[in-house]
């Protein structure tokens, strides 16, 4: 017993020493650096839980001595907000743009992938091109537009260009086309496949995990747009989360509801976080592919 | 005999060139790859094309949506020549630039580095520090703002532990840039994995090939590890200055361009001119000089990356 004990503590003391000094170094920097940066986290969640008499107390309490689960369901009950409300159009506008973006752009990057034309490689440096192509510079003309067909104050701007494709995704989708064999298009077309089934009975099943990180990317990005919405939609009920939270900072109350803020933010970056824990393996090799953050 | 069968020749290959150049498979292979991208080309001229061209034009006009455009020259330009929020905004927007992507670049490599050497937890830090990017947009902006906040906020707590008085961050001129500045630290997770995803890629016969050459850590990352992430960091870095000559949502949810105009981004001001102002035109002749900013600050990396990036499996381009 006592010697087994003492095997083990030898064994440890080896794997210590394995350890380099710089390691250890590294490792002392990491651990200070990742409770830095994770402790605001702590302060939201414990804000959000915080009575609106606690969550002014300095120094701020490390646990809430009263746990105010109420702030979450009064985000809900609290008609001045309508965060239920703002939250559907948020849901409805990223779910109908990942649907969007998947559909047209894995379209348009197999049209890229499987066939020449003469001026194909011409249009796909343009489709890089409008990569640099910053949103402020053409939001003006974009958003008189919309205005100009009657769209103002509604979800449609914010959903319908991403049924024309989206520029990062049809670069990625088309990488990811060009990687399968011709070989098997052969065989399609002999077994008498027309091209669009090539695309659709073929391609897309094979395209599951590009796919994938097309749709955790373009939820994230059009879950967190602030800009756009802010131009378009002017009414608090269709308000997307973003629009909603920034107003509810600015209006209503006399002291900003810091408890309220933290829950609803908590609320808003819980869809992320569980894409995240789903396809955490997308996730980290989208990040690494588009070199989006 | 010998000119008419050079003619014929010429004829033939002629013909080639010009009328017959695409075979029946060619002419066929190119409609369907007309119609597959066609989606990306009708969304290209109505999103892309057409709002550049626009925002051209409105950019010399005089616009309030109410009334039709007035044409009015290069007035938009030189109005915008003297005014101060113009040249205030084109300052604000450099200064974050030019100080947070730089720093925000070295630190996310510098872990990347220190969990690349295989530290105890590895994989624990790289989630625990990507986890805050997660946080974005508004959500962080909201939770950043109460960080600073000067009577209850974490920071000024953190400051005090060290002895340091409160500070009135959001509230004071001389300090709100900077704290957006801090701000944009956090977001540092997502640029330390693709550094990471880079460090790993470096293959392992060169680092020991330094090795055996008798090359100390120093040498053999700015020799070989560096020039091998070179690509990786300056994508980051066009990324960055790109991202943050657009930034906007700190500005709009928190500071709304205050205190004093401190934080009265160049973004900022295209939306206040354009959406509360009603001045159309005036906002797309700034939104043109955004445009030509971009891709001129986006050339300029490039060109200086030429002496100092490798390609691998080809030459410097």
Same mark, same amino acid.
């Given at each position: 017993?006592?010697?087994?004990?003492?095997?083990?503590?030898?064994?440890?003391?080896?794997?210590?020493?394995?350890?380099?000094?710089?390691?250890?170094?590294?490792?002392?920097?990491?651990?200070?650096?990742?409770?830095?940066?994770?402790?605001?986290?702590?302060?939201?969640?414990?804000?959000?839980?915080?009575?609106?008499?606690?969550?002014?107390?300095?120094?701020?309490?490390?646990?809430?001595?009263?746990?105010?689960?109420?702030?979450?369901?009064?985000?809900?009950?609290?008609?001045?907000?309508?965060?239920?409300?703002?939250?559907?159009?948020?849901?409805?506008?990223?779910?109908?743009?990942?649907?969007?973006?998947?559909?047209?752009?894995?379209?348009?990057?197999?049209?890229?992938?499987?066939?020449?034309?003469?001026?194909?490689?011409?249009?796909?440096?343009?489709?890089?091109?409008?990569?640099?192509?910053?949103?402020?510079?053409?939001?003006?003309?974009?958003?008189?537009?919309?205005?100009?067909?009657?769209?103002?104050?509604?979800?449609?701007?914010?959903?319908?260009?991403?049924?024309?494709?989206?520029?990062?995704?049809?670069?990625?989708?088309?990488?990811?086309?060009?990687?399968?064999?011709?070989?098997?298009?052969?065989?399609?077309?002999?077994?008498?496949?027309?091209?669009?089934?090539?695309?659709?009975?073929?391609?897309?099943?094979?395209?599951?995990?590009?796919?994938?990180?097309?749709?955790?990317?373009?939820?994230?990005?059009?879950?967190?747009?602030?800009?756009?919405?802010?131009?378009?939609?002017?009414?608090?009920?269709?308000?997307?989360?973003?629009?909603?939270?920034?107003?509810?900072?600015?209006?209503?109350?006399?002291?900003?509801?810091?408890?309220?803020?933290?829950?609803?933010?908590?609320?808003?970056?819980?869809?992320?976080?569980?894409?995240?824990?789903?396809?955490?393996?997308?996730?980290?090799?989208?990040?690494?592919?588009?070199?989006?953050? | 005999?010998?000119?008419?069968?050079?003619?014929?020749?010429?004829?033939?290959?002629?013909?080639?060139?010009?009328?017959?150049?695409?075979?029946? &498979?060619?002419? =066929?292979?190119?409609? +369907? @790859?007309?119609?597959? #991208? *066609?989606?990306?080309?009708?969304?290209?001229?109505? $999103?892309?094309?057409?709002?550049?061209?626009?925002?051209?034009?409105?950019?010399?006009?005089?616009?309030?949506?109410?009334?039709?455009?007035?044409?009015?020259?290069?007035?938009?330009?030189?109005?915008?020549?003297?005014?101060?929020?113009?040249?205030?905004?084109?300052?604000?927007?450099?200064?974050?630039?030019?100080?947070?992507?730089?720093?925000?670049?070295?630190?996310?490599?510098?872990?990347?580095?220190?969990?690349?050497?295989?530290?105890?937890?590895? &994989?624990?830090? =790289?989630?625990?520090? +990507? @986890?805050?990017?997660? #946080? *974005?947009?508004?959500?962080?902006?909201?939770?950043? $703002?109460?960080?600073?906040?000067?009577?209850?906020?974490?920071?000024?707590?953190?400051?005090?532990?060290?002895?340091?008085?409160?500070?009135?961050?959001?509230?004071?001129?001389?300090?709100?840039?900077?704290?957006?500045?801090?701000?944009?630290?956090?977001?540092?997770?997502?640029?330390?994995?693709?550094?990471?995803?880079?460090?790993?890629?470096?293959?392992?016969?060169?680092?020991?090939?330094?090795?055996?050459?008798?090359?100390?850590?120093?040498?053999?990352?700015?020799?070989?590890?560096?020039?091998?992430?070179?690509?990786?960091?300056?994508?980051?870095?066009?990324?960055?200055?790109?991202?943050?000559?657009?930034?906007?949502?700190?500005?709009?949810?928190?500071?709304?361009?205050?205190?004093?105009?401190?934080?009265?981004?160049?973004?900022?001001?295209?939306?206040?001119?354009?959406?509360?102002?009603?001045?159309?035109?005036?906002?797309?002749?700034?939104?043109?000089?955004?445009?030509?900013?971009?891709?001129?600050?986006?050339?300029?990396?490039?060109?200086?990356?030429?002496?100092?990036?490798?390609?691998?499996?080809?030459?410097?381009?």
């Amino acid at each position: 017993m006592r010697e087994a004990a003492l095997k083990e503590s030898a064994n440890e003391v080896r794997r210590m020493r394995k350890w380099k000094l710089s390691q250890i170094i590294g490792f002392v920097i990491l651990l200070l650096v990742t409770i830095t940066m994770l402790s605001p986290v702590w302060f939201m969640v414990t804000t959000s839980l915080k009575t609106t008499k606690e969550m002014l107390v300095f120094p701020p309490t490390l646990i809430p001595k009263v746990f105010a689960w109420g702030n979450f369901s009064e985000l809900f009950t609290n008609t001045d907000i309508k965060f239920g409300q703002q939250y559907r159009n948020s849901l409805i506008v990223s779910i109908f743009t990942v649907i969007g973006t998947i559909i047209s752009s894995s379209f348009v990057a197999f049209g890229f992938a499987r066939y020449q034309a003469r001026s194909s490689s011409f249009l796909f440096m343009l489709v890089l091109s409008t990569l640099m192509l910053p949103y402020p510079a053409i939001m003006i003309p974009q958003f008189l537009l919309f205005m100009n067909l009657g769209l103002h104050d509604s979800l449609l701007p914010l959903i319908l260009p991403s049924f024309f494709g989206s520029a990062y995704m049809i670069f990625l989708l088309k990488q990811f086309f060009s990687t399968l064999p011709d070989e098997l298009y052969n065989a399609g077309r002999i077994d008498g496949c027309s091209e669009f089934r090539l695309y659709w009975n073929l391609t897309l099943p094979l395209a599951g995990p590009a796919l994938a990180t097309v749709a955790i990317f373009s939820f994230i990005w059009s879950w967190n747009d602030l800009l756009t919405p802010v131009l378009y939609l002017d009414s608090q009920e269709n308000f997307t989360l973003p629009v909603g939270m920034a107003a509810m900072l600015s209006s209503k109350f006399r002291l900003a509801p810091w408890n309220l803020l933290m829950a609803a933010s908590i609320l808003s970056v819980l869809p992320i976080m569980l894409l995240f824990a789903v396809a955490q393996k997308r996730f980290v090799e989208g990040i690494v592919l588009t070199g989006i953050k | 005999m010998r000119g008419l069968f050079l003619l014929e020749k010429w004829l033939e290959n002629a013909e080639g060139a010009v009328l017959l150049k695409l075979s029946k &498979g060619q002419r =066929r292979e190119s409609r +369907y @790859f007309y119609f597959f #991208i *066609s989606p990306w080309i009708i969304g290209f001229i109505i $999103f892309a094309l057409y709002p550049v061209g626009a925002s051209l034009y409105y950019s010399f006009t005089d616009y309030d949506i109410i009334h039709a455009p007035v044409f009015v020259g290069m007035d938009n330009f030189k109005e915008l020549f003297h005014d101060d929020q113009f040249w205030n905004s084109i300052v604000v927007t450099l200064k974050y630039t030019f100080i947070s992507v730089p720093i925000t670049l070295f630190l996310s490599l510098i872990f990347a580095i220190l969990i690349n050497q295989k530290v105890p937890f590895s &994989g624990f830090f =790289r989630t625990a520090m +990507y @986890f805050p990017s997660m #946080i *974005s947009g508004v959500s962080m902006a909201l939770l950043w $703002f109460w960080v600073f906040n000067p009577q209850a906020g974490l920071f000024n707590y953190g400051l005090s532990l060290f002895g340091i008085d409160p500070i009135h961050w959001f509230l004071d001129e001389k300090y709100a840039l900077w704290a957006l500045i801090i701000m944009s630290f956090w977001g540092l997770g997502g640029g330390m994995l693709i550094f990471l995803a880079g460090l790993q890629g470096v293959p392992a016969h060169l680092l020991e090939a330094a090795r055996l050459d008798g090359a100390g850590r120093w040498k053999t990352f700015w020799n070989v590890t560096f020039p091998m992430i070179s690509p990786v960091f300056l994508f980051q870095l066009i990324i960055g200055v790109i991202e943050s000559f657009q930034v906007f949502t700190q500005a709009y949810t928190i500071t709304r361009g205050g205190p004093s105009y401190s934080t009265w981004f160049y973004v900022y001001n295209i939306y206040i001119n354009a959406f509360k102002n009603f001045r159309y035109g005036y906002a797309s002749a700034m939104a043109w000089i955004l445009l030509i900013a971009v891709l001129f600050i986006t050339y300029l990396i490039m060109r200086a990356s030429k002496r100092y990036v490798y390609y691998e499996g080809g030459q410097n381009r």
